[in-house]
């Protein structure tokens, strides 16, 4: 079935850090993809999106690039903010189906 | 108010109680959702109306029960839970533009409803 790998967390880096959360995805067909960020206290949000293979959703400093030959949508940040510490969700929707991977924490120390 | 509002925000109920959590949505969306966020899981969804369908989860016990009354509001009716089900419960809402679920779904959630069963 559909599923979506992430890596584990949590993540801890130094702010201005290079940032890279890594997302891979099972999918029959071709799914949309997406970053949700959960801010403590809050509800998920909406990060960036791609809807087709080589697209690049970008937004507040990161990126993610669809690569259907990789099966994959690595979220990537070129210089991290202490306001950046949040739960990063990857996922995948197609059809009837949106699935989350299981969230990766990142901690950004001043 | 804006956006998708839940209440209450934190709960603590024995696990011979009844209770609901209720979820309203001021977007004008078509679909509503509830999802279950534990601790190093992935979420779950739980279930989904739209305007055409509902969806479930098949493995979700019968001691959780959805309404959805009309577009813009959803609840959860709990009844006989158990400890682990305690959980962040997200409510969520987008805007399918078929009446079926599109491949690019974008969901908007509220803050969550925090639940303790002891």
């Known amino acids: 079935g559909d599923s979506v790998t992430q890596m584990e967390g949590p993540v801890t880096l130094s702010e201005e850090a290079f940032l890279t959360i890594n997302c891979t995805y099972t999918?029959?067909?071709?799914?949309?993809l997406f970053w949700y960020v959960q801010y403590p206290g809050e509800g998920l949000q909406l990060l960036l999106k791609?809807?087709?293979?080589?697209d690049k959703g970008s937004n507040k400093g990161f990126e993610a690039t669809y690569r259907k030959e990789t099966t994959s949508f690595h979220l990537e940040k070129g210089s991290v903010q202490v306001s950046d510490s949040a739960v990063y969700f990857c996922?995948?929707?197609?059809?009837?189906?949106?699935?989350f991977g299981s969230g990766t924490r990142l901690s950004i120390r001043p | 108010e804006t956006g998708v509002t839940q209440t209450p925000r934190h709960l603590v109920m024995g696990m011979t109680n009844k209770k609901s959590l209720k979820c309203e949505q001021h977007?004008?969306?078509?679909?509503m959702y509830w999802y279950k966020q534990s601790a190093k899981k992935p979420l779950e969804l739980m279930f989904v109306?739209?305007?055409?369908?509902?969806?479930e989860n098949n493995s979700v016990p019968s001691r959780f029960s959805p309404e959805c009354p009309n577009s813009s509001h959803l609840f959860l009716h709990l009844h006989t839970l158990q400890p682990e089900d305690s959980a962040l419960y997200l409510c969520?809402?987008?805007?399918?533009?078929?009446?079926?679920?599109?491949?690019?779904?974008?969901?908007?959630f509220g803050a969550g409803s925090r639940l303790t069963v002891l």
């Open positions: 109306y739209s305007l055409e369908e509902r969806v």
């Open positions: 977007l004008g969306h078509n679909a």
């Open positions: 969520a809402s987008s805007q399918v533009l078929t009446g079926r679920l599109s491949g690019a779904n974008v969901l908007t």
């Open positions: 999918a029959t067909g071709y799914p949309s």
């Open positions: 791609a809807t087709k293979a080589d």
């Open positions: 996922a995948s929707s197609s059809a009837s189906k949106i699935i």
